[in-house]
């Protein structure tokens, strides 16, 4: 099993979300963050006066994901989320030892 995170632009989350779960990977957590990258921000225009946001509104989608279906989703992430612009985001995958449901008691592949 493994954590994907994705950071992604907010805009395209619900469309994620159903292309995932067609795909059969079920379950997220979706939190509202703010931060930036290699382009320290970005310059945007408010009624005719320019100013600079120093964080940008990102999503960070989180998801537990069985070890055959992480390439999907990250091939679904990126067909969903790729611009070709800078912002485009960042998939994090991470190994995870032991997932327990608390509900039932349940670990590691059962849970997925």
Avoid: H, W
Wanted: glycine content about 8%.
């Amino acid at each position: 099993m493994k954590l994907v995170t994705a950071f992604i632009r907010p805009t395209t989350v619900d469309q994620l979300k159903d292309k995932l779960v067609e795909k059969g990977i079920v379950g997220m957590t979706v939190s509202d963050v703010k931060g930036f990258g290699k382009q320290l921000g970005q310059t945007e225009v408010y009624r005719g006066a320019e100013y600079k946001v120093d964080f940008v509104k990102k999503a960070k989608v989180e998801m537990i994901v069985a070890d055959e279906l992480v390439e999907t989703a990250i091939e679904t992430i990126v067909a969903l989320a790729q611009t070709g612009n800078i912002g485009d985001g960042k998939i994090l995958v991470t190994p995870l030892d032991t997932v327990v449901r608390i509900r039932t008691g349940e670990r590691d592949a059962a849970v997925v």
